[in-house]
């Protein structure tokens, strides 16, 4: 996790840039999940988010009718989710976010609390396996029997495995961050570098001033590699898709998936 938490807590105000340019996805993220919840007979229900960032699902999902708690290792994108939901004049415990560890979630609630739990935008396998173990494990005695834990944008290991060098990138109105990545095939861990660059000038734009450079370590899943760690810690998996938004069936020349568990 020592990567994750230099990018995460030290770099908390460069990575808000980041999540602030999603919200517009993250509101989509919330009416796909939200539609999927309330056909589920959850329309409404209390949701974890786990972690939550800056409340980019969290808070969309509120303001659809949830009764939405969220967790995240960085007191500042916390202290920015909690901002945006008094911005947002949501009613009294309607969204409140927590500063923790998603792999210790019973310091902070009891079991049984939550009719589902999310964990949104890939935040599995960022350290060792054992701490993906411990998250399934505390996010199962935190919900409820029958309850849910949907996963989405999950890096695929079948993708990656045919494609193992990637270039990506991700904008927004004041940040460009460029992502390199190869693939350790007999260790299924995904490593690069994200290079972020400050958005310079008119609009945001035109001049691009170095901010930051990453190292990142990820270990990535697939489907049938994910499926018997969460049976191990208590779930049921349900569904796999190619992400909530779509429905369609998971598939192995995709980047990412989504997938659903139930609380055995």
Known sequence: ?????????????????????????GEEDAVAISSYLGEEGLGGCRVLDAPCGIGRVGIPLARLGFEVSGIDLSPHLVGAANKKAAGFKLAAGRATFFVGDMRDLGSKFAPGSFDAVLNVFTSIGYGPEEDDLRFFREARAVTRRGGLLLISGLRNRDYIARN???????????????????????????????????????????????????????????????????EATGWSVKETYESFTTRSPYRTDRPVYALVAKAA
């Open 164 to 230: 193992p060098s990637q270039n990506v990138y991700e904008e927004s109105g004041k940040l460009l961050v460029l992502d390199t990545y190869s693939f350790d095939s007999a260790r299924s861990r995904e490593k690069g570098v994200w290079r972020f660059y400050l958005k310079r000038g008119e609009e945001g734009g035109g001049v691009l001033k170095f901010a930051g450079e990453f190292p990142v370590d990820i270990r990535v899943y697939s489907p049938h590699e994910l499926v018997p760690r969460l």
């Open 1 to 25: 996790m020592d990567w994750a938490k230099n990018v995460f807590v030290r770099n908390a105000k460069l990575y808000q840039l980041v999540l602030e340019g999603m919200w517009e996805r």
